[in-house]
């Protein structure tokens, strides 16, 4: 049997779409922005759009796809197949899940971008030879924010989509959040953070990557920037070791390319936080840009009933 | 049929043991200081400590337990039956569940003290009716330390024993703890700190409830002990609203019993903290000093269950 899977990667600004054969090999990507519309229409109009990247896919590749597997972004309650929030796009409470299964024509497996990302990153990254990190790690993607997946005992948890939400937890020395709330770590610890405190001290339009050559090069300035993000990114880290222990964290996204001297930094600091408490291994990331598609997939696998590995 | 079962909970200073009736009923308590011995004794020298204790219920009653329920204080893996540490008894790595079955000749189900008394809060207690809380909750019992547990998703978390030590999380203005960490809610937050802090101050040996006596007769020392408590368990919730989003948290111990206007200013400054997050309700804790041995009565009862599986 050669079955096909049709994925899609709901962000605030893009959508990628793939096919992906039974081999899991994803055959094609398909990558546009999301439209933006009124909140009102927002669920209506991304049904529409995922149906005609949909028909796209399957007629270039002249493949019948057998299910789809559907992830988005913001508040999703992944068991009601419910998006219950997305401040980018504008849904509230809308029936995600059963509107693409109607309008593609097959089940459809729904979830959570971050969650998702962080179970392919588990069962088939760093985790995939490493049953205690797969058991209990945190998935944590440092990018312009900073997303967060926690899988206790086996278990991605999810507390009807609000758990997780770690980027915006409180640190000492954090500013005023977008979100409303003042002190989220997101303010200091992404690279997001670091890219815009450099430049409202500089006016350099850099990224976080310019600002650690920065202080490569002696720049006392982008040394306390990145030293402020190290300690709070260990502070929210030190609060997850007392609270959902886990052996590992996975660190994804742009800073987490940074190299090993700031993986360094961060277990030192970690290391002052701790006392009884389990010591996580820190790792990077294996998957990169496309762990959300994999995520999808594992989705689309489990609505066709197709296990990895089964090809009968 | 009716049976029995014993009852134990474990604590660093205390052993309580009991003897239930199949209805539940506790029908007697026996209490007993836990004997103090060189840490490579302790495992042995507590479970004949379970054995006399267990002896003199059966005999008193004239009757003969069908199981039992142990729960310790400490690190736990209640899934391999290990007393992984325990601070204040000494044991690493003891095999407490065997010994204590063996000992006893009976089928022993084993957990964690906290855990289990937190089980029973939301099983028999403020969950009873309300199974948003059952599912998604944290349990808060704040004493002269801190003790927590988190059910998410409708499981208690325990990440191999590790899991809800929130009293050893890091809060601003935290001080120096015996843990060895710096900043522990439990030296703020606590009834044990908020005696403490006032005795280091008016050297008059107080507990929590008079320092709010004396903040209502207007004394602003202990006004502002209060006020940077309530703040640090407020800074502690928030982080739990950040990543496991509880529906509800309960608070126990005696800091619980502070009034209506404890509660009343701890729902504020929470409030300010959070954002988009899911807003937990504070729920003081039905079940008093009891609800140890009520965990246990879960364990023993689930303990016969299997047995009389197995046997038929």
């Not at 007629?59 to 309650?77: E, F, M, N």
């Amino acid at each position: 049997m050669n079955e096909h899977f049709l994925l899609f990667d709901v962000g605030g600004t893009d959508i990628k779409a793939g096919l992906a054969d039974s081999n899991g090999e994803i055959l094609q990507v398909l990558r546009e922005p999301t439209r933006k519309v009124a909140p009102e229409d927002s669920a209506e109009v991304l049904v529409s759009q995922l149906q005609q990247l949909g028909t796209r896919l399957q007629d270039r590749a002249g493949a019948a796809a057998a299910s789809a597997g559907l992830i988005v972004c913001g508040l999703v309650d992944a068991d009601e197949g419910i998006g219950i929030f997305s401040a980018n796009l504008g849904w509230r409470n809308a029936p995600l899940k059963a509107m693409t299964s109607t309008a593609l024509g097959l089940p459809v497996g729904f979830g959570h971008d971050v969650s998702l990302a962080a179970r392919a990153e588990l069962e088939l990254g760093s985790g995939a030879k490493d049953e205690a990190l797969r058991h209990n790690a945190v998935v944590m993607i440092i990018g312009t924010g900073i997303a967060t997946a926690l899988m206790v005992d086996g278990r991605l948890i999810s507390a009807g989509g609000y758990a997780g939400e770690l980027g915006h937890s409180q640190v000492p020395g954090g500013f005023e959040c977008p979100c409303g709330a003042t002190g989220c770590l997101e303010t200091v610890g992404s690279a997001g953070a670091i890219a815009k405190r450099y430049f409202d001290k500089t006016g350099l339009k850099v990224g976080a990557k310019e600002v650690f050559a920065a202080r490569a090069a002696g720049d006392e300035f982008a040394a306390s920037i990145i030293n402020d993000a190290v300690e709070a990114l260990t502070f929210t880290m030190a609060q997850l070791c007392s609270s959902v222990a886990p052996e590992g964290i996975v660190l994804g996204g742009g800073l987490a390319q940074a190299g090993p001297e700031f993986f360094a930094e961060l277990e030192q600091s970690l290391e002052c936080r701790l006392s009884f408490h389990r010591r996580p291994r820190l790792i990077s990331a294996h998957l990169g840009a496309d762990a959300g598609l994999q995520g999808a997939l594992i989705l689309a696998r489990e609505a066709s009933g197709v296990q990895a590995g089964q090809a009968s």
